[in-house]
């Protein structure tokens, strides 16, 4: 499926210029009374859910920004942040 | 003490007319048949620094204020400072003078010899541009000089567009990694050539620069 994305500094590209960098899993949890459980699952573990998802893309070949957008899964298409994520 | 010899990624497989050595790169001014443009001219001996901070504001490159808007250029006292993204920028030195000499601020890279380094202009430029990227050179907005960063015959690149007249003529200078020098070369003479695109030393570079902007001269 092609994949389109609009990077915030040169706007939107053919998806082969960015590099995947993981679901968005909010700040890094605190270091106080962090169990190794809780960090490994930060880590490691993954929503996988069909449907929007708001993920880390860099766009490797091209201005070199770190950047999260809202996708869709099932449609590998860029989407608006659902409202209830604002 | 040896000193070692420096030496440009390009090779044109064009007799060289004119040459001289300049800060151990050999470099040359001009080639046998050169044609009435477009011209492409490799001027990888041309100083580049990159500069990384989070406050790219503090830095006057050649005394130029580096842009606040990423993408966006600025000219002045022979130094092109491109702003890249929050935190980047690139400084290019296009006067063929005394070098700069290394950077004094540790923000500052010299990446001279990391890249490769080449001007494209003349008439039907932005054609040859189509058939190698699909990114849109030639848009009416904004104004040259401007940043592009994408792949330029599938090579990532930054690219500046400098000058634009009519709908296809106009300039542009590129760098990409110097290991693709030699294809990167190859793929755009063999797109330029039925445009009449020839390999062009140094002074047909700064005829155009100081046509573009005429206080270089």
């Known amino acids: ?86 | 003490m040896t000193e070692n010899q420096r030496q440009s990624p390009v090779q044109f497989s064009v007799p060289a007319l004119d040459a001289e050595e300049r800060d151990r790169w050999p470099v040359v001014l001009e080639y046998a048949d050169e044609g009435e443009g477009p011209d492409l001219v490799d001027l990888s001996h041309l100083t580049r620094w990159d500069l990384q901070d989070r406050d790219l504001q503090q830095f006057r490159p050649g005394g130029v204020v580096v842009p606040e808007r990423p993408g966006s250029c600025a000219f002045g006292n022979g130094v092109l400072v491109n702003r890249m993204n929050r935190t980047q920028a690139s400084i290019w030195h296009l006067n063929p003078g005394e070098p700069p000499g290394p950077p004094s601020e540790s923000a500052l890279t010299d990446v001279t010899e990391a890249t490769v380094f080449l001007a494209l202009f003349g008439p039907g430029v932005f054609s040859i541009g189509e058939k190698l990227t699909a990114l849109d050179l030639s848009r009416p907005e904004p104004k040259p000089p401007f940043l592009i960063q994408g792949p330029f015959s599938r090579v990532p690149c930054q690219i500046v567009v400098l000058e634009r007249s009519g709908e296809t003529d106009g300039g542009l200078l590129f760098t990409c990694s110097r290991g693709y020098a030699a294809d990167m070369v190859d793929s755009v003479l063999s797109a330029g050539r039925e445009f009449g695109l020839r390999p062009a030393g140094e002074k047909a570079f700064l005829r155009w620069l100081s046509s573009v902007f005429p206080e270089t001269e």
């Open chain 1, 1 to 86: 499926m092609s994949l389109m994305l609009t990077c915030p500094v040169c706007g939107r590209r053919n998806g082969y210029e960015f590099r995947y960098g993981g679901e968005d899993k909010g700040p890094r949890p605190e270091e106080d009374g962090l169990t190794p459980r809780a960090w490994c699952d930060y880590v490691h573990m993954n929503r996988c859910a069909a449907g929007p998802v708001k993920e880390w893309w860099f766009h490797r070949d091209g201005c070199g920004s770190w950047f999260t957008t809202w996708r869709d899964t099932t449609t590998n298409l860029e989407i608006q942040p659902p409202e209830d994520s604002e």
